[in-house]
């Protein structure tokens, strides 16, 4: 997979706005600066920004995030409680991105509380903390402990996104094209 598809395959849910974040691990001989640069100049005339973090010797973490739709999670009076407890201003976006990609550089142990800004539940994200990762009632693009019909219908929601998206690129349709394709599929469905 080039790195191009792999930006399609990872990031498609944010730039159909059907998910307010994506967050993938590239090898750091695949990550193409050049390639990511024009990504994010793409993704933010859309209303997206890009973040990108080499986390350790072999992988660069990347981070695409619908900055409105995060700003609003972050918000919210229970993500603020969730995240001051675990040391997080959540003032803006951007300091909330620079304090996690400076824990997974740390390395304190991933930093599970990202899954508010990628649209898991705040109540999943807390019981897989407290039960490390076990014990959940559905698997899918997150552990489910709670609304198991929500977490299988957005499981399918992304992966059909994500399939649909790779298609198309692979066929030579432009990111807009792409994105208009889906939305009118959508709004068809």
């Given at each position: 997979?080039?790195?191009?598809?792999?930006?399609?395959?990872?990031?498609?849910?944010t730039?159909?706005?059907?998910?307010?974040?994506n967050?993938?691990?590239v090898?750091?001989?695949?990550?193409?600066?050049?390639?990511?640069?024009?990504?994010?100049?793409?993704?933010?005339?859309?209303?997206?920004?890009?973040?990108s973090?080499?986390?350790?010797?072999?992988?660069?973490?990347?981070?695409?995030?619908n900055?409105?739709?995060?700003?609003?999670?972050?918000?919210?009076?229970?993500?603020?409680?969730?995240?001051?407890?675990?040391?997080?201003?959540?003032?803006?976006?951007?300091?909330?991105?620079?304090?996690?990609f400076?824990?997974?550089?740390?390395?304190?142990?991933?930093?599970?509380?990202?899954?508010?800004?990628l649209?898991?539940?705040?109540?999943?994200?807390?019981?897989?903390?407290h039960?490390?990762?076990?014990?959940?009632k559905?698997?899918?693009?997150?552990?489910?402990?709670?609304?198991?019909?929500?977490?299988?219908?957005?499981?399918?929601?992304f992966?059909?996104?994500?399939?649909?998206c790779?298609?198309?690129y692979?066929?030579?349709?432009?990111?807009?094209?792409?994105?208009t394709?889906?939305?009118?599929?959508?709004?068809?469905?």
């Amino acid at each position: 997979m080039s790195f191009d598809q792999i930006i399609v395959h990872s990031s498609s849910p944010t730039f159909c706005n059907i998910k307010p974040g994506n967050l993938f691990f590239v090898k750091n001989e695949d990550f193409d600066n050049d390639k990511f640069e024009a990504w994010k100049e793409s993704f933010f005339k859309r209303g997206l920004m890009a973040f990108s973090s080499q986390i350790s010797e072999t992988s660069t973490a990347i981070l695409v995030l619908n900055v409105c739709w995060t700003r609003k999670i972050l918000a919210d009076v229970f993500v603020q409680a969730y995240l001051s407890e675990k040391g997080y201003h959540t003032g803006s976006v951007f300091d909330f991105v620079e304090e996690l990609f400076s824990r997974m550089i740390e390395n304190e142990g991933f930093p599970h509380e990202v899954g508010v800004i990628l649209g898991y539940p705040v109540e999943d994200v807390i019981e897989f903390e407290h039960h490390q990762g076990h014990d959940c009632k559905y698997c899918g693009c997150w552990k489910s402990y709670s609304d198991i019909d929500r977490a299988k219908e957005c499981h399918c929601k992304f992966t059909e996104c994500s399939r649909l998206c790779e298609k198309w690129y692979d066929e030579g349709y432009s990111i807009n094209q792409i994105i208009t394709k889906y939305q009118t599929l959508k709004t068809v469905a």
